[in-house]
């Protein structure tokens, strides 16, 4: 199994301009998540998606879009990139909702806004 | 709502030396705790978790103890070795949200 995979893993956008970063896994999860990690901050979790058809809002989720049509695949659109959005991108997958779900995480993509 | 706050870094020990990493919790529900660590370059890898209070998780000699009456899952491990330096971090889950700590970057020496 190839796990999570994400891509690219390095990107550098201008303000303004959109992207979509993907991620995939391979191992049959339902729970499929996004996160930024900053300095000093951790992880944030920007959206989530407990199966195909459902998503929702994590803990920063503003100036970020996703969908889930597939159960393997979960992209995460920026719609107009702010240099605020510089971050290191996590997508995360787990075979359990609620509580017990142990993540399994990519490799990360680092996104530079200039 | 819920937050996690993990003892800050750097962390530097010579090798052998006794680790800890403090980590409490606030939470309004019944959430499990995670130890989460990344190598450089690397994305986060699960190191150990507890599910319920008074539970003991432990791997690669690394042990916390999910503690309800002080809200803290503490990070141990009674011998240290240079690969074990990373950035540790204490995360819970509470439903369908996570939350992580600040993370601590351990260095351990020769």
């Known amino acids: 199994n190839a796990g999570v995979t994400q891509t690219p893993k390095f990107q550098v956008l201008k303000t303004g301009q959109s992207m979509t970063l993907q991620c995939a896994q391979d191992?049959?999860?339902?729970?499929m998540s996004w996160y930024r990690q900053d300095p000093g901050m951790g992880l944030r979790l920007i959206h989530y998606?407990?199966?195909?058809?459902?998503?929702d809002q994590g803990e920063v989720p503003n100036g970020y879009n996703v969908s889930r049509s597939t159960t393997e695949d979960f992209p995460l659109r920026l719609l107009s990139a702010a240099p605020s959005q510089t971050s290191v991108y996590f997508c995360?997958?787990?075979?359990?909702?609620?509580?017990?779900?142990?993540?399994?995480f990519g490799p990360g993509t680092r996104l530079t806004v200039t | 709502g819920d937050s996690v706050t993990q003892m800050e870094g750097p962390v530097t020990l010579s090798e052998e030396a006794f680790l800890t990493i403090n980590c409490t919790y606030t939470a309004t529900g019944y959430p499990s705790l995670f130890w989460y660590v990344q190598y450089p370059g690397e994305g986060l890898q699960l190191l150990l978790k507890a599910t319920k209070a008074d539970d003991k998780g432990s791997n690669k000699g690394f042990e916390a103890t999910y503690r309800k009456e002080t809200t803290s899952f503490h990070l141990e491990k009674g011998s240290v070795q240079v690969s074990d330096s990373a950035v540790y971090f204490c995360a819970l889950r509470s439903n369908n949200d996570m939350r992580f700590g600040a993370g601590t970057r351990l260095t351990v020496k020769p």
């Open positions: 995360a997958s787990s075979y359990a909702q609620g509580a017990f779900g142990e993540q399994y």
């Open positions: 191992m049959n999860h339902e729970y």
């Open positions: 998606s407990v199966g195909a058809g459902i998503t």
